[in-house]
């Protein structure tokens, strides 16, 4: 069975960073472009980043290009996401999904469940 795991999140000043975890069961990382979205009450889920199967190629919503990095643990079947300098507008619940990744995040599929971000003083 295809299953995802988000975790890492947690309660953090603004200016602090955090990583969120992606772990994988059932399939291979790296054989699936991956990708992570945010989610707060009464809005869509936004994909903002994901990391391509291909190329590691990656792409980043312009709301968290440079202070975010994505990057794949093939040895721990996991992906993470890097946050850093986060902003009180970063709190939200993550979700990591198999997408397919070029110029956005797409076709997601294969939810795992989410991981709380707080940013907050």
């Known amino acids: 069975e295809v299953q995802l795991q988000a975790s890492g999140g947690g309660l953090v000043q603004p200016g602090g960073s955090l990583r969120l975890s992606c772990a994988a069961s059932g399939f291979t990382v790296r054989h699936y472009s991956i990708g992570w979205f945010r989610q707060v009450p009464g809005k869509a889920r936004l994909g903002i980043a994901c990391i391509s199967t291909n190329d590691g190629s990656t792409y980043f919503d312009q709301s968290v290009r440079g202070r975010f990095a994505i990057s794949r643990d093939s040895a721990k079947n996991t992906v993470y996401l890097q946050m850093n300098r986060l902003k009180p507008e970063d709190t939200a619940v993550y979700f990591c999904?198999?997408?397919?990744?070029?110029?956005?995040?797409?076709?997601?599929?294969?939810w795992g469940r989410g991981t709380l971000v707080t940013v907050s003083s």
């Open positions: 999904a198999t997408v397919e990744c070029g110029f956005g995040v797409r076709g997601p599929s294969n």
